[in-house]
């Protein structure tokens, strides 16, 4: 089990840019593909962005392609998702999560086992 943590929600104004990062205060991440999720009060987790292992293969939701960048650092134990060109859609809580699956074969929230508590991301027009 791997206790994660997520942090750089922030109001911000539309157009502006965020760095999130989700490390794990207990446990490693350099094993596993990690994911960016997203969820708006009243909506479904959704799908974000995908990281495997080696940092190697990514994967992107539609909605976020060109302007969300995941990466990781295995030195550091982190893995972040720069954010740019926001908008007001994009406000939501973000949690990043761990897998054993491929990037492939993990866009979807039950394919992840460990979970952050969620970092807040209000994007303003």
């Known amino acids: 089990q791997v206790d994660l943590v997520e942090s750089g929600g922030a109001l911000v104004q539309a157009g502006a840019s965020l760095r999130l990062s989700c490390t794990a205060s207990?446990?490693?991440?350099?094993?596993?593909?990690i994911g960016w999720f997203r969820q708006n009060s009243g909506k479904e987790r959704e799908f974000v962005a995908n990281?495997?292992?080696?940092?190697?293969?990514?994967s992107y939701a539609e909605s976020v392609m060109g302007r969300f960048t995941i990466s990781r650092d295995l030195a550091e134990n982190t893995v972040d998702l720069q954010m740019v060109s926001l908008k007001p859609e994009d406000t939501a809580v973000y949690y990043c999560?761990?897998?054993?699956?491929?990037?492939?074969?993990?866009?979807?929230?039950?394919?992840?086992?460990?979970w952050g508590q969620g970092t807040p991301v209000t994007v303003t027009s």
């Open positions: 990281i495997s292992p080696s940092g190697g293969d990514t």
């Open positions: 207990e446990g490693t991440l350099i094993i596993y593909t």
């Open positions: 999560a761990t897998s054993r699956r491929p990037t492939y074969g993990a866009r979807s929230g039950d394919r992840y086992n460990d």
